[in-house]
């Protein structure tokens, strides 16, 4: 078992940054496939960014290419999410997501794939 809790979010004017931050616990270990999702209002979750195992391979969702970058610090269990040049559409509630997988450095994209979420962080972008 692993506990996912994000941070981070808050009220940022379109154009602006945030960074979000999830800390797991419990069970940690590097052998964790880690993803971020959102969810607005009136609107089915979504995938937003995904990195494996080793920290290198990662994915994107096509709206937030190059203006998000997912991280991760195995040392201290966190996945990171930067986010700038914020646009309206970008509000929602971030979710991590936390897959155990043994072997390999994949990255996973469908949130069905995940096992563990976090309670989400809301992210609020308007002036």
């Known amino acids: 078992q692993v506990q996912l809790v994000e941070s981070g979010g808050g009220l940022v004017q379109p154009g602006g940054s945030l960074r979000l931050s999830c800390a797991a616990s419990?069970?940690?270990?590097?052998?964790?496939?880690m993803g971020w999702f959102r969810q607005a209002p009136g609107k089915e979750r979504e995938f937003v960014a995904a990195?494996?195992?080793?920290?290198?391979?990662?994915e994107y969702a096509d709206s937030v290419r190059g203006r998000f970058t997912i991280s991760r610090n195995n040392a201290e269990n966190t996945v990171s999410l930067q986010m700038n040049s914020l646009k309206p559409e970008d509000a929602a509630v971030y979710y991590c997501a936390a897959k155990w997988i043994a072997h390999s450095n994949v990255v996973l994209t469908k949130q069905e794939s995940y096992d563990y979420w976090g309670q989400g962080t809301q992210v609020t972008v308007s002036s």
């Open positions: 419990g069970r940690t270990s590097r052998a964790y496939v």
């Open positions: 990195v494996g195992r080793n920290g290198i391979n990662k």
